[in-house]
């Protein structure tokens, strides 16, 4: 086969079928809910070199879809494998049969997720993609090595290649550099201890667009949300146990040094009154979108409307700034190793906008997602058991790691959060709306965890 009847293939009208019928099952897909009615392919970028049979054909492919009431999908990266059969891929990565061809997810394949490792170690030029080692460089590895996937994502896919590498693939792509790739370099070149090691990007060659990133794997590191989820467990198991606060209060930390380290790469700005009047009409926009969508949020709405009406007659303060921000932080963004805490994904919330996500923020925005996954992680286990004794316990650990957690980044040169508890809070219970709204869609059991929060934090006498 050459690479001109495989690229064929991928544009095929066959291909594009069975794309609108397999992209909807994947869950990085970012659709309407409404099935698919057509998927165009916008591009097609090979980056396997081999055309003679001897190797599978892989290819970048840029898709939109469009669903049955004609609204446009975001452009989604596709990367496919053709070849006579899909060694070692599940029938899920499989996407069509195109005469004696198999067209499947090419991230099921070592063969071509080896390739695209080499070619960013390499630094290689190919078919409108440049594949870019960054400082330091690395060592290319010497053959191929076993693949694995990392685990569940929401909107990229991650794969641990020799438990040396991990390939990270943006499914849905913005307009240039990827918010996490830049603000990685800039932490990098800040000299943070608080970042995994960046060794290499995949970028379109025209808009530089950024399609994948290539950092080093630390497989002795541990999950933050792992680590607190086993400390809850202890705690269950024996309420001496279960101390998390000492890891809350370094985290803190970090978090403030990350907080700094961007402030001073990319600046910061003084947050104006018409900057808070913005953010209030944020709020209260996210509010109406989700009342339409989740009923449950309805007792909630005139406390919360007060909370975030309020955020718009703020002044100024001394620490009311504004700088780049990790823009979805939680527990599952950060890894614990014997060093320290490393924070990951730094593209902010995966259906933000490209200026949304570009835009400087305040640091609470990120303080206060942390707050909220502390809260999340005391009350995982009792979901469909949350007896009182065990919901007090979930409480108590939730308000001891939150607290620490807060000392530890003011200790490590945050911004004091008692000078601005109102915009915190109004923080807090957005991401509340936010998680209420995603969990009734989603994971309708798991709803009771924010809206046991928004009771809590919405008790008449504080609002």
Same mark, same amino acid.
């Given at each position: 086969?050459?690479?001109?009847?495989?690229?064929?293939?991928?544009?095929?009208?066959?291909?594009?079928?069975?794309?609108?019928?397999?992209?909807?099952?994947?869950?990085?897909?970012?659709?309407?809910?409404?099935?698919?009615?057509?998927?165009?392919?916008?591009?097609?970028?090979?980056?396997?070199?081999?055309?003679?049979?001897?190797?599978?054909?892989?290819?970048?492919?840029?898709?939109?879809?469009?669903?049955?009431?004609?609204?446009?999908?975001?452009?989604?990266?596709?990367?496919?494998?053709?070849?006579?059969?899909?060694?070692?891929?599940?029938?899920?990565?499989?996407?069509?049969?195109?005469?004696?061809?198999?067209?499947?997810?090419?991230?099921?394949?070592?063969?071509?997720?080896?390739?695209?490792?080499?070619?960013?170690?390499?630094?290689?030029?190919?078919?409108?993609?440049?594949?870019?080692?960054?400082?330091?460089?690395?060592?290319?590895?010497?053959?191929?090595?076993?693949?694995?996937?990392?685990?569940?994502?929401?909107?990229?896919?991650?794969?641990?290649?020799?438990?040396?590498?991990?390939?990270?693939?943006?499914?849905?792509?913005?307009?240039?550099?990827?918010?996490?790739?830049?603000?990685?370099?800039?932490?990098?070149?800040?000299?943070?201890?608080?970042?995994?090691?960046?060794?290499?990007?995949?970028?379109?060659?025209?808009? &530089?667009? =950024?399609?994948? $990133?290539?950092?080093?794997? %630390?497989?002795?590191?541990?999950? /933050?949300?792992?680590? +607190?989820?086993? @400390?809850?467990?202890?705690?269950?198991?024996?309420?001496?146990?279960?101390?998390?606060?000492?890891?809350?209060?370094?985290?803190?930390?970090?978090?403030?040094?990350?907080?700094?380290?961007?402030?001073?790469?990319?600046?910061?700005?003084?947050?104006?009154?018409?900057?808070?009047?913005?953010?209030?009409?944020?709020?209260?926009?996210?509010?109406?979108?989700?009342?339409?969508?989740?009923?449950?949020?309805?007792?909630?709405?005139?406390?919360?409307?007060?909370?975030?009406?309020?955020?718009?007659?703020?002044?100024?303060?001394?620490?009311?700034?504004?700088?780049?921000?990790?823009?979805?932080?939680?527990? &599952?963004? =950060?890894?614990? $190793?014997?060093?320290?805490? %490393?924070?990951?994904?730094?593209? /902010?919330?995966?259906? +933000?906008?490209? @200026?949304?996500?570009?835009?400087?923020?305040?640091?609470?925005?990120?303080?206060?997602?942390?707050?909220?996954?502390?809260?999340?992680?005391?009350?995982?286990?009792?979901?469909?058991?949350?007896?009182?004794?065990?919901?007090?316990?979930?409480?108590?650990?939730?308000?001891?790691?939150?607290?620490?957690?807060?000392?530890?980044?003011?200790?490590?040169?945050?911004?004091?959060?008692?000078?601005?508890?109102?915009?915190?809070?109004?923080?807090?219970?957005?991401?509340?709306?936010?998680?209420?709204?995603?969990?009734?869609?989603?994971?309708?059991?798991?709803?009771?965890?924010?809206?046991?929060?928004?009771?809590?934090?919405?008790?008449?006498?504080?609002?």
């Amino acid at each position: 086969m050459t690479a001109v009847t495989t690229a064929a293939a991928l544009t095929s009208t066959e291909v594009r079928r069975a794309l609108a019928v397999w992209l909807p099952r994947q869950r990085w897909f970012a659709g309407t809910g409404s099935p698919l009615a057509d998927v165009s392919v916008t591009a097609v970028h090979r980056f396997t070199t081999d055309t003679q049979g001897a190797a599978p054909f892989g290819a970048f492919v840029l898709v939109r879809a469009r669903d049955s009431a004609g609204t446009d999908a975001a452009s989604h990266l596709v990367p496919l494998g053709l070849d006579g059969t899909a060694p070692g891929c599940d029938d899920a990565a499989v996407v069509a049969t195109v005469g004696n061809l198999t067209v499947y997810d090419a991230l099921q394949d070592p063969r071509l997720v080896n390739a695209l490792i080499r070619h960013t170690t390499h630094g290689l030029d190919l078919d409108g993609v440049r594949y870019r080692t960054e400082a330091p460089g690395c060592t290319p590895p010497a053959g191929d090595l076993p693949v694995r996937p990392l685990g569940a994502e929401q909107s990229n896919s991650s794969v641990v290649a020799g438990e040396q590498y991990i390939l990270k693939v943006f499914r849905r792509l913005g307009t240039g550099p990827s918010p996490d790739l830049m603000l990685h370099r800039m932490l990098r070149d800040a000299g943070s201890a608080h970042v995994t090691p960046l060794i290499g990007a995949v970028e379109d060659s025209g808009t &530089g667009t =950024t399609y994948a $990133t290539l950092q080093r794997f %630390l497989p002795q590191a541990t999950d /933050g949300w792992a680590a +607190a989820l086993t @400390a809850v467990s202890a705690l269950r198991e024996n309420p001496a146990g279960g101390d998390f606060t000492a890891q809350a209060q370094s985290l803190g930390r970090a978090v403030a040094a990350v907080h700094r380290d961007l402030a001073r790469a990319a600046g910061e700005t003084m947050l104006r009154p018409e900057d808070y009047r913005r953010l209030s009409r944020t709020f209260l926009q996210r509010l109406e979108r989700s009342l339409a969508l989740a009923e449950r949020l309805a007792p909630y709405r005139s406390r919360l409307r007060a909370v975030f009406t309020a955020v718009a007659a703020l002044e100024p303060a001394p620490h009311s700034v504004a700088h780049l921000t990790h823009g979805d932080l939680h527990l &599952g963004q =950060t890894l614990r $190793t014997a060093e320290g805490w %490393l924070l990951l994904d730094f593209e /902010g919330e995966p259906l +933000a906008s490209d @200026a949304e996500r570009a835009r400087r923020h305040s640091p609470l925005r990120d303080v206060a997602g942390m707050l909220r996954s502390f809260d999340y992680a005391a009350h995982h286990g009792l979901v469909g058991t949350a007896a009182q004794g065990e919901a007090e316990g979930a409480r108590s650990w939730a308000a001891g790691n939150r607290q620490a957690f807060l000392e530890g980044y003011v200790a490590g040169g945050g911004r004091a959060v008692t000078d601005c508890l109102t915009l915190l809070r109004a923080y807090e219970l957005d991401k509340a709306v936010y998680e209420v709204l995603y969990e009734t869609q989603h994971r309708p059991s798991w709803a009771w965890i924010p809206l046991r929060a928004l009771e809590r934090d919405l008790s008449p006498g504080l609002v």
